[in-house]
């Protein structure tokens, strides 16, 4: 059992940067591809980047392509998302999840996770 604990969020202004972390109280490691993904108010979660078991393969909603980064830290037990030039409709919930699928692949579809974070509030101001 693997539980997904979020930090980081906060208010920023248009064009400012935050660093989410997801801690998972269980192990980690390599076993497990991860993922964040989004939900602002009245619209449906939504995935925003993805990273491979190993680290070695990332992939990202277009719309967050060369200002969101994710990056993981096994040792740590931890998943990053590095936001860079955020905009007000950056604005949701953040969550994280993680996925036993046992293949270095990416997963991008909510029902291939297996565990979920509660979320941490990012709201963009501008």
């Known amino acids: 059992q693997v539980q997904l604990v979020e930090s980081g969020g906060g208010l920023v202004q248009a064009g400012g940067s935050l660093r989410l972390s997801c801690t998972a109280s269980?192990?980690?490691?390599?076993?497990?591809?991860l993922a964040w993904f989004r939900q602002a108010p009245g619209l449906e979660r939504e995935f925003v980047a993805a990273?491979?078991?190993?680290?070695?393969?990332?992939y990202y909603q277009d719309s967050v392509k060369g200002r969101f980064t994710i990056s993981r830290d096994n040792a740590k037990n931890t998943v990053y998302l590095q936001m860079n030039s955020l905009k007000p409709e950056d604005t949701a919930v953040y969550c994280c999840?993680?996925?036993?699928?046992?293949?270095?692949?990416?997963?991008?579809?909510?029902?291939?996770?297996?565990?979920w974070g509660q979320g941490t509030q990012v709201t963009v101001s501008s």
């Open positions: 990273v491979s078991r190993s680290g070695g393969y990332t």
């Open positions: 999840a993680a996925t036993e699928r046992s293949n270095d692949y990416l997963y991008t579809k909510e029902y291939e996770f297996d565990y």
């Open positions: 269980g192990h980690l490691s390599s076993l497990y591809a």
